[in-house]
Structures are given as structure tokens and as C-alpha cells.
């Protein structure tokens, strides 16, 4: 049992690491991509209605793969690690892009034309009116999101990246007689552990932002 927990621990970084820097991708790409899909020029906004579907509709391992073995700069392939946080990286963002396209979609049509009314740029009404409602308004979404990408960061062990379910892995194969699916649970266990306190704290931030509203 000890060396199980020690052997999966080990892997616990590359998890954080795959799942923060891929939500931190999502974050900042889904913005042009939420822009476009609220583009008032149609053949943008179609354009990138296609991209995200397409993104969305690909199963993320498929990604994982493509990327893995069949992106290469010269001589030079995408290393493991790699691969996982840019295929995520980029399902998150369209994800996220939709997410936040809800969350602008159940603003009021008259906040815009109000603020114009009273002088303010488009700069100032979108970054100090719109968005703080929006975030809002789209703070559960994505805090559900980031526990399903937590989750979803385990498929990165089928390249190899040596996260929690690779080790477990490894671990079950190399101690067939004693192992069994005990790693597993542990893995299983370490994910509740992480997720359960991310999700206790956006709870609370989103009750705050409603009491400060």
C-alpha cells in the first residue's frame, strides 16, 4: 500500500502541471475564439463555428495522437509532455470559448447602447461592464470545466507523460501478484483530494461575486 501511494504521488506533478498549463491555454484562446463566435461579420463567425465544433467533436486522444506522432518541425517531434499540454491546451479553448459565449449571451441587449449613451469607449463597456457580469455568470461552467480537464489530463499518460495513471500503471504491471487495481485507487483517491478543495473554493468565490452584486 505505501509504495503504491509513493509511486503515484510521483506522478501527481505532471498532472498539475498538464492540467494547469492547458487550462491556462483554454483561458487566454478562448477569448478571440468567443470573439469570433459573436462576430457580427457572418462568414467570421461561421469560420470559427466550424473550428470549435471541429475541435469539440474530435475525441481529445485522437488529438493527443495526432499530435504526438504526426507533428514534427524537421527533425524534430513534439515530445510527450508537450503534446499533451497543446492538444488540451486547445480542446480547452474551445470549450472555454463556448462557455464564455453563454455567459455574454444572458447579459441584457441594452447594457452596450447604455454605456454608449453615457460616453464610455467600447474598450472601457466591454472590460468593465460586460465582462465582470459575464465571468459571473460563467464562474460554475468553468470551474466544472477545470475538475473534467483534472480528469481528462489522464489520458496524457497514453503518450507518456508520466502522470498519475502512467505510474499507477507501471506499477500494476511490474507487481502483477500484489498490485492488482490498488494504484488505481489510490490515483482515484489523490483525484478527489485535488478536486474536491478546487471546487469548495470556486463555490465560495462565486457566492462572494453574487453577495458583492
Known amino acids: 500500500m505505501g ?25 487566454v484562446g478562448g ?13 467570421v463567425r461561421l469560420a470559427i463555428r466550424f473550428v470549435v465544433d471541429l475541435i469539440r467533436g474530435v475525441p481529445p486522444i485522437v488529438w493527443l495522437f495526432l499530435l504526438y506522432f504526426g507533428v514534427s518541425i524537421g527533425t524534430i517531434r513534439l515530445d510527450s509532455l508537450t503534446a499533451a499540454v497543446i492538444g488540451l491546451g486547445i480542446i480547452s479553448s474551445a470549450y472555454l470559448a463556448e462557455i464564455y459565449r453563454g455567459g455574454f449571451a444572458t447579459l441584457p441587449l441594452g447594457q452596450a447602447e447604455a454605456a454608449a449613451a453615457l460616453g464610455l469607449g467600447g474598450a472601457t463597456t466591454f472590460g468593465r461592464i460586460l465582462v465582470p457580469q459575464a465571468f459571473r455568470v460563467a464562474l460554475p ?4 470545466f477545470l475538475l473534467s480537464l483534472l480528469k481528462d489530463s489522464s489520458i496524457a499518460s497514453t503518450i507518456g507523460v508520466a502522470d498519475m495513471v502512467f505510474q499507477a500503471t507501471m506499477f500494476a504491471r511490474q ?22 478543495p478546487i471546487a469548495v473554493i470556486a463555490r465560495r468565490l462565486d457566492t462572494r461575486l453574487r453577495k458583492a452584486h
Open 141 to 144: 461552467s468553468i470551474t466544472t
Open 31 to 43: 477569448i478571440p475564439l468567443m470573439l469570433g463566435l459573436r462576430s457580427r461579420i457572418r462568414p
Open 175 to 196: 507487481n502483477p501478484a500484489v498490485a492488482g487495481i490498488l494504484p488505481f485507487f489510490v490515483a482515484a483517491a489523490v483525484y478527489l483530494i485535488v478536486s474536491v
Open 3 to 27: 509504495d503504491a501511494i509513493t509511486v503515484v504521488l510521483l506522478g501527481l506533478p505532471f498532472t498539475l502541471l498538464v492540467t494547469a498549463l492547458s487550462f491556462a491555454i483554454g483561458l
